[in-house]
């Protein structure tokens, strides 16, 4: 099994204030200097036609390259330098003369938005696996009011291979729910996504929400495993399989969720919190 390191993270802020009028504040967070581009109103059936362009043609390594590939398909782009490890917030917004208040009814022609991330030094292309990240994000309109929300994202790899990164976490590793968001909300929300064909079955809850790896049951899950994409392995168990514990799939490549830094740092905030309950840190 090879471990190949992710370079790319991306995150939204303020998900709850975003809109396609009002724009969308991103936080990349990246291991190299990268560059983050953005295309408002990115057509559907381009965008996977350039995944599988990737897969067949060429190498999507660059903006240029991801733009042939979509035939200019979109409305409006916009790009940012992003130095490394800088986590500075980055805004987005369609044009006031573009004059799009939404982008039509479900199913729909084009994503609200794409946002691609690549490594802004050639010699980093060379030492990366992973080469290129391409997140599909839900804005609010007055269409369709879904909240604010990452909806894919695709790992592209320099040997020509694509994985979606939607995590299969451990039946005892269940995410509790966003907080600050009510249940009427929450319900709202798995209608809209619904009735666009987005929904999947929820995984059915336990009462403990521990992220526990599903062989020691003491380690802190961190590994993604490609392909099936499960995340089920902390940092002690990862090097002793060769297949997932949970498919029995082999393992071609697994990389981190996060550093042992910050996992250390995230410990030790949580164990603040036990101490010092009510006081945020």
């Known amino acids: 099994m090879r471990q190949v390191k992710n370079p790319f993270g991306l995150e939204i802020s303020h998900p709850d ?3 396609v009028t009002r724009g969308i504040t991103l936080i990349p967070d990246c291991l190299e200097d990268c560059v983050l ?8 059936q381009k965008l996977h036609e350039a995944l599988q362009k990737h897969v067949y043609c060429f190498r999507i390594n660059t903006p240029q390259a991801l733009e042939d590939a979509l035939y200019d398909e979109y409305l409006y782009r916009q790009q940012y330098f992003i130095k490394k490890n800088d986590k500075e917030e980055k805004y987005c917004q369609l044009p006031e003369d573009a004059q799009v208040v939404d982008f039509g009814p479900v ?16 010699e980093d ?17 007055e269409s369709y009011r879904l909240s604010c929300r990452i909806l894919y994202q695709y790992l592209l790899l320099a040997q020509g291979q694509y994985h979606d990164l939607k995590l299969f976490m451990s039946a005892n590793s269940t995410t509790p729910p966003s907080c600050g ?11 809209l996504l619904e009735k666009a064909g987005l929904a999947e079955d929820e995984p059915e809850l336990h009462e403990e929400n521990s992220k526990d790896c599903v062989v020691c049951q003491n380690g802190t899950v961190n590994w993604v495993l490609l392909p099936c994409r499960h995340t089920c392995l902390c940092d002690g168990c990862i090097k002793y399989f060769q297949q997932c514990p949970m498919c029995r799939q082999f393992v071609q490549e697994s990389f981190p ?23 945020v840190f």
């Open 37 to 44: 581009t953005c295309y408002w109103g990115c057509n559907v």
């Open 107 to 122: 199913p729909r022609l084009c994503y609200p938005l794409i946002a691609l991330l690549t490594l802004a030094d050639e």
């Open 257 to 279: 969720l996060c550093s042992k830094k910050e996992q250390d740092e995230d410990e030790s905030t949580q164990i603040l919190q036990d101490v010092h309950p009510g006081r």
């Open 125 to 141: 292309r060379e030492i990366y696996d992973i080469i290129s990240m391409v997140s599909v994000i839900h804005v609010p309109d």
């Open 17 to 19: 204030t975003a809109s």
């Open 181 to 191: 968001t009510s249940p009427d909300e929450r319900s709202t929300d798995r209608s």
